[in-house]
T-cell receptor, first 110, second 114 residues
Framework: RKEVEQDPGPFNVPEGATVAFNCTYS??????FFWYRQDCRKEPKLLMS???SGNEDGRFTAQLNRASQYISLLIRDSKLSDSATYLC???????????FGTGTLLAVQP | EPEVTQTPSHQVTQMGQEVILRCVPI?????FYWYRQILGQKVEFLVS????????KSEIFDDQFSVERPDGSNFTLKIRSTKLEDSAMYFC????????????FGQGTRLTVV
């Protein structure tokens, strides 16, 4: 099983749509979870941390299910500027390194 | 807003040559990292550095790689004898604390080995 697994997409959605991304991780000892956004040939940028209680930042909502080792990201009212690759990132648990998923490509179309 | 800066943005080198990639982490951060991303693939951990020594390294980080913090601000990655397969984006990152804190990434250095 891959350490962090994501559907690579692409997800092609119209502006205004709601889109959800899912991610699973294999290491039950992982403690920290993040969604990063990566534009083409750019660095990963933190979108939001993910907490067990779930958290929301504007149009973005992240959820964590530790029992299922599952993380989700919901984007409401998609904008053209949301087009990017969304990276599910998990810390190793025993160390301070981050494990990245392959990313899910989102293309928001007018 | 403080940021991680990397130089150069693009480096082309011949196979077998040594390269040094440079990074200036955020000033009050304590942990420093190098990651790499081969084109079309996922971001992979190379090495973490804390208190002037390597705290962890991956299988990728073999004897050809080394890191150094030569002064209070710079953090460098050296590849001694580059191979074609070293061609990738190399990202430096830093965190204020360990584990449960998000990492801030530099804009990356694109290394092309020819």
């Amino acid at each position: 099983r891959k350490e962090v697994e994501q559907d690579p997409g692409p997800f092609n959605v119209p502006e205004g749509a709601t889109v959800a991304f899912n991610c699973t991780y294999s290491n039950s000892a992982s403690q920290s979870f993040f969604w990063y956004r990566q534009d083409c040939r750019k660095e990963p940028k933190l979108l939001m941390s993910v907490y067990s209680s779930g958290n929301e930042d504007g149009r973005f909502t992240a959820q964590l299910n530790r029992a299922s080792q599952y993380i989700s990201l919901l984007i409401r009212d998609s904008k053209l500027s949301d087009s990017a690759t969304y990276l599910c990132v998990v810390n190793d648990g025993a160390t301070n390194k981050l494990i990245f998923g392959t990313g899910t490509l989102l293309a928001v179309q007018p | 807003e403080p940021e991680v800066t990397q130089t150069p943005s693009h480096q082309v080198t011949q196979m077998g040559q040594e390269v040094i990639l440079r990074c200036v982490p955020i000033s009050n951060h304590l942990y420093f990292y190098w990651y790499r991303q081969i084109l079309g693939q996922k971001v992979e951990f190379l090495v973490s550095f804390y208190n002037n020594e390597i705290s962890e390294k991956s299988e990728i980080f073999d004897d050809q790689f080394s890191v150094e913090r030569p002064d209070g601000s710079n953090f460098t990655l050296k590849i001694r004898s580059t191979k074609l397969e070293d061609s990738a984006m190399y990202f430096c990152a830093s965190t204020p604390l360990t584990a449960n804190t998000e990492a801030f990434f530099g804009q990356g250095t694109r290394l092309t080995v020819v």
